[in-house]
């Protein structure tokens, strides 16, 4: 069972600030590493802040993505979209990022995310940080019950459906298993059951066994911190 350290921000502007510096030493690491970003709105004042303020990085660099919506890949809902501005600051080249590539059929695509993934991983690239989210239904990337984590069983990535209707590709646990440094960032007051869930380790939480693989997990969260009633570490 991994460990569990979880931090609380007493403002959102603080859980920026302190994302925006951790993923900043991140990109600058010496070595070749890979960070995973991902989706949703909570990450992306860091990603712009990056953006307007790009650190020096590392020629080893490579970039993943913990999930993509299956949508055009200029579309606002697309996670690789969200996260363009960040990836053309960085000046990354194509062969460092690794995208669910919607242009593809949706099968394809997951199959080819796979393939991206387990090239990534042969050609001995560690990856560091991984950035996760966590829904108010207890989901993370776009595992979002049971039924996504026993498919996931054997693969590196999946294609699912997800409750709103929509597809998409995400990664999986087994992919999880070899983040070092699994980082859940979360903020927003209709989380608070999940966020529960998730910090008492329960087996119900579907984010919580996603990563059962990982040693140490973090959990960074503000949503109004006096109702919490978490463990702090400043």
Known sequence: MPTLVTRRFASRTALDAALAQRLGQALSANGASAIMLSGGSTPLPAYRALARNPPPRDEGLHLLF??????PSGADASNYHQARALLDALALPASSVARVRTELPLAEA????ERQLTALLNSGV???????????????????????????????????????GMSAV??????????????????????HDAIQAFAAQDVKSTAWRAVQGCPAV????????SILGLPSMR
């Open 110 to 113: 997951a199959a080819d995310y």
């Open 170 to 191: 995400s990664v999986t646990p087994e992919l999880l298993a070899h983040v070092e440094d699994p980082l859940f960032v979360v903020a927003g007051g209709d989380k």
């Open 126 to 164: 560690r990856i560091g940080l991984g950035l996760l989210g966590l829904g108010a239904d207890g989901h993370t990337a776009s595992l979002f019950g049971a039924a996504d984590l026993e498919r996931a069983r054997g693969h590196l990535a999946i294609h699912v459906q997800r409750p709103d």
């Open 218 to 225: 973090q959990l960074w969260v503000h949503e109004d911190a």
């Open 66 to 71: 913990s999930d993509d919506r299956y949508v």
